[in-house]
Each structure stands twice: as structure tokens, then as C-alpha cells.
């Protein structure tokens, strides 16, 4: 398919299509009907249109991408995150069986006495409200977010609850305190943040030194592959081809790591820290029409992967143009693009019948900070 960047590249250089027309000796109804598709310019003229705007004719035709320099993701900013509340809010709820967290707690991590913890990037402290009722009495929860709408909503929400907390607006790479915590947690930032390595530094060094430091991250292969919707092939459903490239691309040019989960044993290893072990959250959803809360269920599954939104024309060509600065062929991210399209028009049409399984494959990654463990107890 041929999109041309005419008009983004006209509006770039502030012409109109007058101006433009009388530039390449064509109307301005000329340049109107061959910016919005319904002609295409003579092949003889794209070299002369590509030379005038000084891009390549591949970029003008929208084969590579017409911004030369990459254009970092946005998903370890404060900007990105303080706009995510309700999608946080919404995809916290499948996350998780309790019991598992219990079995954690008590069998794994032998945490029999009041703690004071630590959550790195706590969002509105979702890991707080799963954990406190399971923790020994007394124990006392800090979050940490550098987002003012997650740190105020995090007060609202406990502000009704009997438990002991804190919650602090701050960057955590800039945070320093003299205070150590027993277990220094954090779930789901490490794959979103630049430098994940110097995060997890800094949360062992919160860390007391005979405390627990814990990292919650799902690794991106298993999270789009886990996925089974009955009635559509595993194909339509199996997104990690050309994301990969995106992802390496991620990793070299702004150190920002979607198979950090794989590593961050390592690294707690490299920071000194024993008994360094990994688990897997068993959380595996199961959805069915007629199960219980069926709708708000499926909402929450599905609303985790944007697959209730369907875009425009317009907004999917930004996005091929935004993966395609993140290293994937024009082919790649149309594949990947009118994939996510499929699975939201399935979801459309058989909205009130859906049959899925999916699982995120959360990895955590936990360590002592003392050679001698079970401190806790
Ligand atoms: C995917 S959310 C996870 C929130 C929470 N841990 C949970 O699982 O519900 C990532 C959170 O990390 C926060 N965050 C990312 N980088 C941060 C940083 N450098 N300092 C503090 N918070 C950060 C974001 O504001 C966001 O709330």
C-alpha cells in the first residue's frame, strides 16, 4: 500500500496547496487528490517531489519512515504514566491469585513479623492493597511513584483502609533516604524505565541489610504469546515477529529492556545480593460468557492490550510510522497493525461470546541482602 507523506510533508514546510501546486506545475486540486489517496502523482514526478522536501522517495511514499531521528518511547515518563490511572486501575485485577501471594509470603520469603516495605513505582499501590491484609500485623507499607495523579489517588484509596501507610511523589532514581526497609518491592516498571539496572540499584540500596529485595516483571515473548482466543488462529494471535526488532531497537537506543524479567536475577546477583531465586506468578485467566462478571472480566482483559480501541485510518499510519522508526519494515508493522485490528473487530463482533485464555507470565525475582536468610521471621 502507498501512503504518501504529501501533505505531512507540505504542512512541514508550511505551504499551501496552492503554493505547493505552483512549486511542481500542477493545481492545488491536483495536490488535494493526491494527498488524500484518490490519485497518485506520475512515477516520473516522484523524484522531483522527493528532491524539493529533501527526503528519499522511499520515505515519500511511506516505505521508511520519514523522521530520520528516533523518536524515544514515552513510557518511562511522568507525562505517559500520569495519564494511565483508569488503564492501571483496569488491568491491576487479573494480575494476581492471593494464594499465590500468601504461599510467597509465608513459605518462600518466611515473613512471620510486622515489615516495613517498600514499593518502587507503586502507581495507586495496587501491590499495597493485595499485600497489607496478608502480612503479619503492624506492618507498615511506603509507595514511592513520581506520578502526582497515582500518589493521590493511592491516598484517597487508603485513606479509608486501617493500615499504616506512606506515599511519596518522587523519581526513584532521584530519591535518597537514610531510612532502610525490610522488603524493597516493584512491579511493572523495570521494563518500562531506561536504565532498569541503576532502578534495581537503587532499591537495594533501600533495602536493609537484612532485608528482601523483590522484582515483579513480565517478560514481553511470553506476555504475547499467552494468548488463546477460541475461534481465531494462533497466528492472528502470536505478536512477537516484527515487535522484536522494535524491542532491540528499544534496548540500543534508549537502554529501555522488555526481556529485563530474564535478567534482573543476574543483576541482583551483580549487586551483591543471596540467594538470589526466581518464580513464576501462576495466574492464568480463563474467560467464558457464562462465567461470573463476564463483561467487566472481559473488559479488563482485553483493555490491558487496547483491544477495545479501533482506530482510524490516520492513527494507524502514525503507528506504522512510529514502529517503523522503532526498526520494523513498512510490511512488519502493517502485519502487526491490521493484527491488532483483527483481534479488536473479533472482539467487536463476538463481544457477548468470547472464549479466552491468557497469561502474562510474570516473573519474580527475588534476593537476600544478607548471606543468612529467613531474617524475617
Ligand atoms: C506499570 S505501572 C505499575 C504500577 C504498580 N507497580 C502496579 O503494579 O500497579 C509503572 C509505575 O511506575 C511509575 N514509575 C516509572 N518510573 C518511575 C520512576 N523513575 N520513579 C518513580 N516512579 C516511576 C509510573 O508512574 C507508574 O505508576
Redesign the pocket.
Known sequence: MINLKLAELRRRNRLTQQELGDILSVSYQTISKWENGQVSPDINMLPQISAYFGVSVDALLGIVPLEQEYIPSDS?T?EY?SKRLSY?KNT?RNMWNEDYFEFLINYVWKIEKPIEIL??????G??GLLLLPMLPKGSRYTG????RS?IDEAKSIFAGTEFDVTFIE????NFHTDKRYDVVI????LR??NDGFS?LKKMVEFTRSDGIVVSIECNREFESCGLHIDGMDYSDLCMHDGLKKLWTTELEKQNRDYSIAMKIPHYMKRLGLYDVDCRMNDKVNILERNDKGYQERLESIIGADHWTDEKTEREVEADIEYFMNHGMSRLEAEQYCNQQNGIVGFMKEHRDNISLTKTMGLMISYGWKTAVKNVLV
Open positions: 518511562g511522568i504514566w492501571l491491576r514499593d518502587c513505582g507503586c502507581g495507586y495496587a501491590l514511592i511513584d513520581f506520578a497515582m518522587e523519581d526513584i532514581l516493584s512491579q511493572a516498571v518500562h524505565v532502578y
